[in-house]
């Protein structure tokens, strides 16, 4: 099975950027369709972005399209999440997570059998 590590996250402005980084071991990241959830206080975990487990169909939540990017690097075993022109409302606690699916892109929680221990990001206005 493989183990993710999130780290990245932090208290940034408005419109800044930040990159959230998903580090996985035991397994390469490659074995599996990867995606990123996020939990805002009082609020039910939500989809956020993922990628196919061949890597070629990415799939965004509506509240996020043009503004982050979803990618993997296999020489690093390494997932990444790219926020750019951050809002008051994306604050939450960031998870990185691993399906086994090897058709579509999973965009349920359910689909997915495995996750890091999250990261904080905090916007301020």
């Known amino acids: 099975q493989v183990q993710l590590v999130e780290s990245g996250g932090g208290v940034v402005q408005a419109g800044g950027s930040l990159r959230l980084s998903c580090a996985a071991s035991?397994?390469?990241?490659?074995?599996?369709?990867m995606g990123w959830f996020r939990q805002a206080p009082g609020k039910e975990r939500e989809f956020v972005a993922a990628?196919?487990?061949?890597?070629?169909?990415?799939f965004y939540a509506d509240s996020v399209k043009g503004r982050f990017t979803i990618s993997s690097d296999h020489a690093k075993n390494t997932v990444y999440l790219q926020m750019n022109s951050l809002k008051p409302e994306d604050t939450a606690v960031y998870y990185c997570?691993?399906?086994?699916?090897?058709?579509?892109?999973?965009?349920?929680?359910?689909?997915?059998?495995?996750w890091g221990q999250g990261t904080q990001v905090t916007v301020s206005s």
């Open positions: 997570a691993a399906s086994r699916l090897r058709v579509g892109v999973p965009m349920m929680q359910y689909e997915y059998s495995y």
């Open positions: 035991g397994r390469t990241v490659s074995s599996y369709a």
């Open positions: 990628m196919g487990w061949s890597g070629g169909t990415i």
